[in-house]
């Protein structure tokens, strides 16, 4: 009966060992986490950034009794797809947006219009890369497309200063489409030394237009930006040394030798 029970406990403990080196040994925290929602135009909401938009060579330019108007145009939208919203948890009063683009070209050809994230610097706006938070898998986004032939691709930056170009492929649709593109094992998001991750910026979204389609008067929109991203780290003994601005606090404060 005693030699029983002791073999009870042992392999109770056992269990427990080896569930704990198991749970040691976990490699991945796959989280979803929104990195833009185009809700707030002034940037100042969290998961939210101010934008403005860039056209190629040809982009047109009006002369109107108002003045003079300069394509591409954005809006923030009171907009969002039928789909996202249902799976949204929307606080009652809040107004939902998305990024609209108002595109004209003089002239038929790979123009572009490109999407910078930014902040303002002195009364201008200068490029605010978004920081990609873990070690990210996949990117995704919501499009409007009204069925012109143009492409859409995301600017991605590494920790080198290198940039890659991620091709979501055609939005040749009508109406909203969720796309997803996966992020290539060549594009480095971590070092063996410490510290180990390497964090990626988003740069831009870029819309290409093709050489055979109107490119004279169209509407893009784009909505709720998110990655599915890895967030795990495995913790050791120092690890604050191992955070940059901690490193840099310490060294601020550390006395010098014979002080």
């Known amino acids: ?58 982009a047109t330019v009006e002369e109107t009794d108002q003045g003079t108007i300069e394509y591409p145009q954005i809006a923030f939208v009171e ?35 490109e999407l910078v994230p930014v902040k303002e610097e002195n009364g201008q706006f200068v490029p605010s890369p978004i920081t ?3 070690r990210v898998q996949q990117l995704d986004l919501w499009v409007w497309g009204s069925n012109h032939n143009y492409t859409l691709e995301a600017h991605i930056q590494d920790y080198t200063g290198r940039v890659h170009v991620l091709d979501f492929g055609s939005i040749k ?36 237009t093709t050489p055979e389609e109107k490119v004279d008067d169209f509407y893009v929109y784009i909505d709720h930006i998110k990655i599915l991203t890895d967030l795990y780290e495995s913790g050791f003994d120092g690890e604050l040394l191992g955070n940059p601005d901690k490193v840099k606090e310490l060294w601020q404060n550390a006395p010098a030798p014979g002080k």
């Open 79 to 113: 907009t969002v797809p039928e789909e996202l919203a249902k799976m949204l948890d929307t606080p009652e009063g809040k107004t939902l947006r998305a990024l609209g683009v108002h595109g004209k070209f003089d002239l038929k050809g790979y123009n572009y219009v």
């Open 173 to 208: 649709f009508k109406g909203w489409k969720n796309l997803r593109v996966i992020f290539p094992g060549y594009i480095q998001q971590a070092v063996q030394y410490v510290p180990a991750l390497k964090q990626l910026s988003l740069l831009k979204l870029v819309i290409w």
């Open 132 to 134: 990609l938070p873990g």
């Open 1 to 58: 009966m005693k030699r029983g029970i002791y073999l009870s406990i042992m392999m109770l403990l056992l269990l427990v060992f080896i569930a704990g080196v198991a749970a040691d040994e976990i490699t991945e925290n796959l989280q979803a986490r929104v990195i833009e929602t185009f809700d707030d135009p002034t940037g100042q909401e969290p998961n939210s950034h101010a934008w403005i938009a860039i056209g190629s060579k040809y």
